[in-house]
């Protein structure tokens, strides 16, 4: 009983961090169920407009040094890959199509949860290294995932997505070291501020559309989404000796449930959608006990 004056401000940091988000998603929950929302072009213009302008905004900053976030990106990569080869073993073993299952376990919501989840428990820091991890990600599934969907990537269409341009830019505004006037910094970072409650209200607004009929497949998801990611991601901060900072931020990153746009990308080639929809619903109700455990022993 003598740790309990120290464990309550911890709680506290968690719930905190955690109470913000759970509420944006909640209210774009109850929304949806009482009146009809179509959040196509809120979430188009998300992708093309607000999460660019963050994108670009966090990268082109003088604040930001690319390689303080080189063996974190590194990190992200190889904890992406790396839980994608588990998974189709796993799927294999569990008679489940590998385009359905493999996808979610790789692709996680980083973008989403991810990046106000590490804004609200590590300050801007942990926002811009959660950014670094949200690119490589984000990346391997405009490619990689697109591959895995389709048997084919395009890498003209790859070039020209909104947020792949503003994070080419941004490298190179970033290398170049350019100045940043504050006109132009304000509206990018005004537009980019839009992006994050807007992504966790059509979070919420999604989950009111999906049904748990395969609860089975969600249930197998949930637990094994974060799971595989931190097989790798704690074995390479260890590895590499990452920082107790950096180590956070990877383990947080692992830590989150599969991301919305497999059950987008799955509804548009029809690869079981229904299935990747419980996977990602069940995957991101259960975030609601992993996440808070997650903050508990990294801040």
């Known amino acids: 009983m003598s740790n309990s004056p120290e464990l309550y401000p911890l709680l506290e940091r968690v719930f905190l961090t955690v109470f913000p988000l759970a509420v944006i998603v909640v209210i774009g929950f109850l929304y949806a169920r009482k009146y009809e929302t179509d959040m196509r072009i809120p979430n188009r213009l998300n992708m093309d407009i607000f999460l660019p302008a963050l994108i670009f905004a966090v990268m082109a900053s003088e604040s930001f040094d690319l390689s303080t976030y080189a063996m974190l990106s590194a990190g992200a990569l190889v904890t992406v890959l790396g839980s994608g080869l588990i998974a189709l073993p796993i799927a294999r073993a569990l008679g489940l199509g590998t385009k359905t299952f493999v996808p979610p376990m790789m692709f996680n919501n980083c973008g989403n949860l991810g990046l106000p989840l ?3 428990a590590f300050g801007e820091l942990g926002l811009a290294a959660m950014m670094a991890m949200f690119l490589v990600s984000n990346t391997l599934h405009f490619t990689l995932g697109s591959y895995i969907v389709s048997g084919s990537a395009s890498p003209s269409k790859t070039l020209l997505n909104p947020m792949i341009l503003a994070t080419l830019l941004g490298l190179i505004w970033n290398l170049l070291k350019l100045p940043f006037p504050e006109f132009i910094e304000l509206p990018l970072r005004m537009l980019g501020d839009i992006s994050i409650p807007l992504m966790l209200f059509a979070l919420g607004v999604r989950m ?24 790798f991601a704690i074995p390479f901060a260890i590895t590499f000796d990452l920082s107790t900072e950096f180590t956070a931020y990877l383990i947080l990153f692992s830590a989150m449930p599969p991301a919305v746009l497999n059950y987008l990308v799955a509804e548009r080639y029809n690869l079981e959608p229904l299935s990747v929809a419980s996977i990602v619903l069940i995957g991101n109700m259960t975030s609601l006990i992993i996440v808070p455990v997650t903050l508990f022993f990294i801040i």
């Open 208 to 231: 009111k559309g999906i049904d748990l009929s395969n609860w089975r497949i969600g249930a197998y998801g949930a637990v094994l989404s974060p799971l595989t990611s931190l097989l």
């Open 118 to 120: 590490a804004l609200l």
